[in-house]
């Protein structure tokens, strides 16, 4: 299993909020680039990165992430507002060696089936849960969808995979929900990356052990609950 | 049908085993390489690194051999599928050495390879069209199963260097490296890629190869333990492949 350090993006500062609520913001480093720089020293091969602003129409960190994509050393997947086919293009043509498609790809079945045959392999679809719930729309939209049925559906396509985000879990360290893990890697003939509430490397074995392919980890790193370099050295790239 | 899967105690099966159990009526992990063999398809997973692998291999190599050999059907994936070869560059020890030739380190600055990648199957093939036709096929009415045939979930940093191309029935490349993606010997058939990590097309790809090597059943004229890859006797088993595969591509040498 691999781990991946999220950097997500708010009027170009590198932020991390607690439960993904705005109001809740607990980090905030000016240079995200810097902090991407000290991710990849620590020696983590990939990173996540997230405009928080795109993703609800406030702004755009478009700079930051084309800097990011291009940086030497590192995979970089990106999401956060990309809701068209012409955003997916440009992001991957900048360097993005995935795009993460949130909300339209949930609301939008035939939208995102298109999408998926037409990059395959390079899009990761966001399937964000409270509880068993889907929600969608920055996590202010919760849909009667239970999450293992979407990603039942989801696993036609070739996507890169998907991130199942425990919203419940998200920033407030309060250790992994195993259960939703599991279960969706059980329905899910796909990568499946884990995010939302990663504490330990006890945690990330447990999701290793549960088959996952990939977790994202963001506030524990940033506060100093896991030592970077001693997550990156057992799961920072792959043996 | 009995699948089982040899656990040489390297990492999570359990999606690996989930797919197969698709097809299959019962799925079996087993650690001892002997016992894996009371089965009616053998299953050499892809996690781990080789010399690890081949240690725990080592008690039962010679009868895992000569059982393949000796035409029980084998899936390796994976690290599986290089374990089908003689050595490896990541490690001591002797594979089980059903394909001639070696594994070598990819020839690449990104390794290991993690993500999609192409699956290019040869062309003007049996198996190959086997392989398209049976993984990769898409009912064009349903919008959601419109997957390309042709990308595949690959992790891995080493990969087959088989002394016979003409076993290779699909190869992929990452950056220049050119490499063996599917390989295929009568009722063997080694898949660098995940195919449990493939989409539902790679889950249908496992059900096809089983239903290709699925044994037939007992019958006066049919001894038990037969598996003739193409059955005399018709069956459900049999026709339900026939559904799915063309008859003429099924491959057989």
Redesign the interface.
């Known amino acids: 299993m691999?781990v991946i350090p999220a950097i997500d993006l708010r009027e170009g500062a590198c932020v991390q909020l607690v439960g993904g609520s705005y109001d809740a913001e607990r980090v905030r480093l000016a240079d995200p680039v810097a902090v991407a720089r000290r991710f990849i020293r620590d020696g983590f091969g990939q990173l996540h990165v997230v405009d928080l602003d795109a993703a609800l129409d406030r702004g755009s960190n478009a700079d930051v992430v084309e800097t990011l994509v291009a940086l030497e050393g590192v995979q970089v997947q990106v999401g956060g507002g990309v809701r068209s086919g012409g955003a997916i293009v440009r992001l991957l043509n900048a360097g993005a060696?995935?795009v993460v498609v949130g909300t339209r790809a949930i609301e939008e079945?035939?939208w995102i089936?298109?999408t998926?045959?037409a990059f395959?392999?390079?899009i990761l679809v966001a399937a964000d849960a409270h509880g068993h719930h889907v929600v969608t729309r920055g996590w202010t939209r919760a849909l009667e969808t239970d999450v293992r049925d979407l990603v039942h559906?989801l696993?036609?396509?070739?996507?890169?995979g998907v991130l199942v985000t425990a919203v419940h879990r998200e920033g407030r360290m309060e250790g992994v929900d195993l259960e939703l893990t599991r279960s969706v890697?059980?329905c899910c003939?796909?990568?499946v990356y884990v995010a939302g509430g990663i504490t330990s490397l006890d945690d990330l074995r447990a999701l290793?052990?549960?088959?996952a392919?990939a977790a994202i980890i963001g506030m524990a790193l940033y506060t100093g609950v896991l030592d970077p370099r001693a997550v990156a050295t057992e799961f920072g790239?792959?043996? | 049908m009995r699948v089982t899967l040899f656990d040489y105690g390297a990492g999570?099966l359990?999606?690996l085993a989930?797919?197969l159990s698709e097809a299959a009526d019962e799925v079996r992990v087993e650690p001892d390489p002997i016992r894996s063999l009371e089965t009616d398809v053998l299953v050499l997973p892809g996690v781990g690194?080789f010399a690890s692998a081949v240690e725990r291999l080592e008690p039962g190599r010679a009868a895992m051999r000569a059982a393949i050999e000796d035409g029980l059907p084998c899936l390796g994936i994976c690290l599986g599928a290089q374990l089908l070869f003689e050595t490896s560059e990541e490690g001591p020890g002797q594979g089980l050495g059903i394909f001639a030739g070696g594994v070598t380190r990819l020839r690449a600055e990104r390794v290991?390879q993690?993500?999609?990648?192409t699956l290019e199957p040869v062309r003007g093939r049996g198996a190959a069209r086997a392989l398209a036709q049976a993984g990769w096929a898409s009912r064009p009415e349903?919008?959601?199963?419109?997957?390309?045939l042709?990308?595949v979930?690959y992790?891995h940093?080493f990969a087959c260097r088989p002394a016979d191309e003409g076993v290779v029935i699909a190869w992929s490349t990452h950056e220049s490296d050119r490499f063996a993606a599917a390989i295929r010997r009568r009722n063997v058939l080694g898949l660098q890629f995940h195919p449990?990590?493939?989409?539902?097309?790679?889950?249908r790809l496992l059900g096809a190869f089983l239903d290709q090597v699925r044994p037939a059943p007992r019958s006066a004229t049919m001894p038990l333990g037969c598996r003739d890859p193409e059955p005399a006797a018709p069956s459900h088993a049999v026709s339900r492949a026939a559904a799915r595969l063309d008859p003429g591509a099924m491959p057989c040498w």
């Not at chain 1, 696993?155 to 890169?160: K, M, N, S, V, W």
């Open positions: 691999l060696a995935r079945p035939e089936a298109a998926a045959s395959p392999g390079a559906e696993a036609r396509l070739p996507l890169a890697i059980e003939p796909l990568p290793a052990a549960a088959g392919h790239v792959p043996r | 999570n359990h999606s989930k797919a690194a290991p993690i993500g999609w990648n349903a919008l959601l199963e419109r997957a390309p042709d990308f979930y992790a940093s449990e990590k493939s989409s539902r097309a790679g889950v």
